[in-house]
């Protein structure tokens, strides 16, 4: 993380949030909760980098950003 700041010059004390969107079992498969995520962090984090990971090892799936 810190080799990326430092190549795109940035120096602000935040480094990062952390978002958590969770679905009840069977109401999304992970490719809607990632297209979900997605549009998410479009619109919350425009102009920002963003990490987004699916964990589908619960019997419910969830999204973090």
């Known amino acids: ?28 498969d992970r490719e809607k909760a990632l297209e979900i995520g997605v549009e998410f962090c479009e619109k919350a984090f425009l102009g920002h980098e963003v990490f987004i990971a699916t964990h589908t090892d619960r019997e419910h799936i969830m999204k973090s950003a």
Request: aromatic residues 8%.
């Open 1 to 28: 993380m810190e080799r990326q700041k430092n190549s795109i010059k940035k120096r602000r004390r935040r480094e990062y949030k952390h978002i958590i969107q969770s679905f009840k079992a069977g109401e999304v």
